[in-house]
């Protein structure tokens, strides 16, 4: 009954190094189909800030995950704090998945298709 998704700011990204890839992995126009379709299916759509979500461990919510430009290019880490190991993708997945969680339940629609077209 809910996706949630991160608000990844292609055009920014699109500035940077890895441009072209960027740009043919068509974000923007992924999400904007998306939407649309979680319209029609009566779906709640919802984009959450993305910010560290990589980083932040998803079980204690710790920020013990690789941090910087150099911090890319691992892609599975071990919270020192709980000692779980995280895949990068999966990690921020299971956060922009509670975020997404922790604002349905305090009826905080921001950014939601519904809220946009009057579906509350």
């Not at 700011?9 to 999400?31: I, Y």
């Not at 779906?43 to 204690?60: G, H, P």
């Not at 430009?69 to 691992?74: E, F, T």
């Not at 892609?75 to 993708?89: A, L, N, Q, S, V």
Request: glycine share 10%; charged share 20%; hydrophobic share 40%.
């Amino acid at each position: 009954g809910a996706i949630f998704v991160g608000n990844v700011n292609a055009s920014a990204l699109a500035k940077g190094q890895h441009s072209k890839s960027v740009l043919d992995a068509g974000w923007s126009t992924f999400r904007t189909m998306l939407r649309y379709k979680c319209d029609d299916a009566g779906v709640w759509f919802d984009e959450v800030d993305e910010a560290f979500s990589t980083q932040t461990c998803s079980c204690c919510a710790s920020r013990t995950g690789p941090k910087g430009v150099a911090g890319l290019g691992i892609r599975e880490w071990t919270c020192i704090h709980c000692e779980t190991t995280h895949d990068r993708d999966r990690n921020a997945a299971r956060n922009i998945l509670a975020v997404g969680r922790d604002r349905l339940a305090g009826g905080i629609p921001a950014l939601s298709a519904q809220a946009a077209v009057g579906h509350d």
